[in-house]
Nanobody, 125 residues
Framework: QVQLVESGGGLVQPGGSLRLSCAASGFTVNYYAIGWFRQAPGKEREGVSCFSSSDGTTYYADSVKGRFTISRDNAKNTVYLEMNHLKPEDTAVYYC??????????????????WGQGTQVTVSS
């Protein structure tokens, strides 16, 4: 049974950092596409970063390039999102997602059938 559990969210001041974790079970994170997505109130869910299912290439939304880093620990079967230089516009609920079928464009929130419950990130002074 595929399960994803996010953690690490919280309240942080602008310019601060957080590291989100996505603990996976029921599958192996390095074999499938897995991504981080976020949704702010009144906005559509958007892709933040992901590993492709084909070769593990990483992708980032333009808005987070140079500030966020996705990584994975195969031994812990966990995917991380390191977020630095946070801005108020990064405030959202952050989700990780995966699917056991190939995902064509992992940065888009399309085709994923397995989602975590989300973790709130609030950037405010």
């Amino acid at each position: 049974q595929v399960q994803l559990v996010e953690s690490g969210g919280g309240l942080v001041q602008p310019g601060g950092s957080l590291r989100l974790s996505c603990a996976a079970s029921g599958f192996t994170v390095n074999y499938y596409a897995i991504g981080w997505f976020r949704q702010a109130p009144g906005k559509e869910r958007e892709g933040v970063s992901c590993f492709s299912s084909s070769d593990g290439t990483t992708y980032y939304a333009d808005s987070v390039k140079g500030r966020f880093t996705i990584s994975r620990d195969n031994a812990k079967n966990t995917v991380y999102l390191e977020m630095n230089h946070l801005k108020p516009e990064d405030t959202a609920v952050y989700y990780c997602a995966t699917d056991l079928r190939p995902i064509v464009r992992c940065i888009l929130p399309v085709g994923y059938n397995y989602w975590g419950q989300g973790t709130q990130v609030t950037v405010s002074s």
